[in-house]
């Protein structure tokens, strides 16, 4: 008789767009490329300089969007600054039934599609600016959007930072590598508990720690909202 597979991770991380959570989901992919695989999403917006398709999005015009939705071909898909972004439940589900953790970069409401259709399986992550004045200048800096585009995306950040109480884990992005380790503590622990183990090649009762001191985060986040 065959041992049955563990269902794999479902890891989904938002935030404002400019709070880092593509740098930070994406160093996670690289370090643990063998058990975590990227979510590529489908969207209507336009292909940025240096993106490819098929490894950052299935870029994919109106019609085509719409043709899937009819379909019924998505987990979860909405407006996001006036363009429609969207994750494909087939290969999600066969990923997860097949022991592969997934990783998400999307919005809340994105995250709340996918925790919903998985609840189970979703270890949801929200990733917090040290500011709104460093929101703002890395929107700016990043130069890869209209000026239109950056000044709805700063309108629209108060109202996606209401969101994270949504998320049971919550890091500050003021450091990129303090960041970074408590991302990779929530997503190990998670994935092999809190007790260190011989099989596993992690302090994961010192990752365990570093996950509950982030909790101050939760905090930092009202403070950003002026609560």
Not at 202 to 211: D, F, G, Q, R
Request: glycine share 6%.
């Amino acid at each position: 008789m065959m041992a049955s597979v563990t269902r794999g991770v479902l890891v989904i991380v938002s935030s404002p767009s400019g709070a880092g959570k593509t740098t930070l989901t994406r160093r996670l992919l690289a370090e643990h490329r063998d058990n975590l695989e990227f979510s590529v999403s489908y969207t209507t917006r336009k292909m940025r300089p240096g993106e490819v398709d098929g490894r950052d999005y299935h870029f994919v015009s109106p019609e085509r969007f719409e043709e899937m939705v009819r379909a019924h071909e998505f987990a979860e898909h909405a407006f996001v600054h006036t363009n429609r972004y969207g994750t494909a439940q087939a290969a999600v589900e066969a990923a997860l039934a097949g022991g592969k953790d997934m990783i998400f970069d999307v919005d809340w409401q994105g995250g709340q599609a996918l925790s919903a259709r998985w609840p189970e399986d979703s270890l949801k992550i929200f990733i917090l600016p040290p500011d709104l004045a460093t929101l703002a200048n890395r929107l700016r800096t990043r130069a890869t959007d209209d000026p239109e585009v950056i000044q709805r995306r700063l309108h629209n950040a108060l109202g996606e930072l209401e969101h994270f109480e949504e998320y049971p884990h919550v890091i500050v992005n003021d450091d990129l590598e303090r960041a970074y380790a408590v991302l990779r503590a929530i997503y190990l622990t998670r994935k092999y508990g809190k007790v260190d183990r011989p099989d596993v090649p992690y302090p994961l009762a010192e990752m365990a720690k570093l996950v509950e001191v982030n909790d101050a985060a939760k905090a930092h986040a009202g403070r950003l909202l002026g609560r």
